[in-house]
């Protein structure tokens, strides 16, 4: 049963603290991402990778870190230096190479950060 | 900037009548867009795409019209039914992009009254 595993489901992060969000997929996909999205707002982009060891900083990078050693994994690190990091995170996956095929990203679940 | 948007936060629909939710682009890189369905709580899931060579398809209940001159597309859900409501998100991304990025419009809140 292939798709995308975001864990956990809940977070709470105290002042000063990083926490780590988990993305799994088995889909065989090259390139994963992970989104912030706030209340009434639309998705966006905090980092991306394309290929194991490799990754990108997208359009709200900061206070934010990823790592990506496993095709199958990509976890994001809310640092303490993320003032407001109360949202909904999303990962995403999608194949790479050519064709139509690689503009379709597959979501997790998604994991809600909360600050105590 | 916002490359794409939503103009309509919300929209209200009696069942079995037309739904249309629209969008507009300002980048005319985007060749290929998309539409997302998102339920509270969930990950967005992918409903139905469009290449900028085309301007209409249609996949059973939904149809995606694309106005390549206006920079505008939209969905089309007939005949709308409860289960439809949800927010709904479009995106559009430049096929030929290494990243395979997405640029996501703010969404619209579909709601569907039985």
């Known amino acids: 049963d292939g798709g995308i595993t975001q864990s956990p489901k809940y977070l709470f992060r105290k002042e000063g603290q990083n926490v780590t969000l988990s993305c799994e997929q088995n889909?065989?996909?090259?390139?994963m991402y992970w989104y912030r999205q706030d209340p009434g707002q639309g998705l966006r982009l905090i980092y991306y990778?394309?290929?194991?060891?490799?990754?990108q900083k997208g359009d709200i990078a900061e206070g934010y870190s990823v790592s990506r050693e496993k095709k199958e994994s990509f976890p994001l690190t809310v640092t303490s230096a993320q003032k407001n990091p109360t949202a909904f995170y999303l990962c995403?996956?999608?194949?790479?190479?050519?064709?139509?095929?690689?503009?379709?990203?597959?979501f997790g679940a998604g994991t809600r950060l909360s600050v105590l | 900037d916002q490359q794409v948007k939503q103009n309509s936060p919300s929209l209200s629909v009696q069942e079995g009548r037309i739904s249309i939710l629209n969008c507009d682009y300002t980048?005319?890189?985007?060749?290929?867009f998309l539409w997302y369905k998102k339920y509270p709580a969930e990950g967005p899931t992918f409903l139905i795409s469009?290449?900028?060579?085309?301007d209409k398809n249609e996949d059973g209940r939904f149809t995606v019209f694309l106005n390549k001159s206006a920079k505008h597309l939209s969905l089309h859900i007939v005949p709308s039914q409860p289960g439809d409501s949800a927010v709904y998100f479009c995106a559009a991304s430049i096929s030929n992009n290494a990243g395979n990025m997405l640029t996501f419009g703010g969404g619209t809140r579909l709601m569907v009254k039985p």
């Open positions: 469009i290449s900028s060579i085309k």
């Open positions: 980048n005319s890189m985007f060749d290929y």
């Open positions: 995403a996956s999608s194949t790479s190479g050519q064709g139509i095929a690689k503009n379709i990203q597959y």
């Open positions: 990778s394309q290929i194991v060891n490799d990754f």
């Open positions: 889909l065989n996909h090259d390139a």
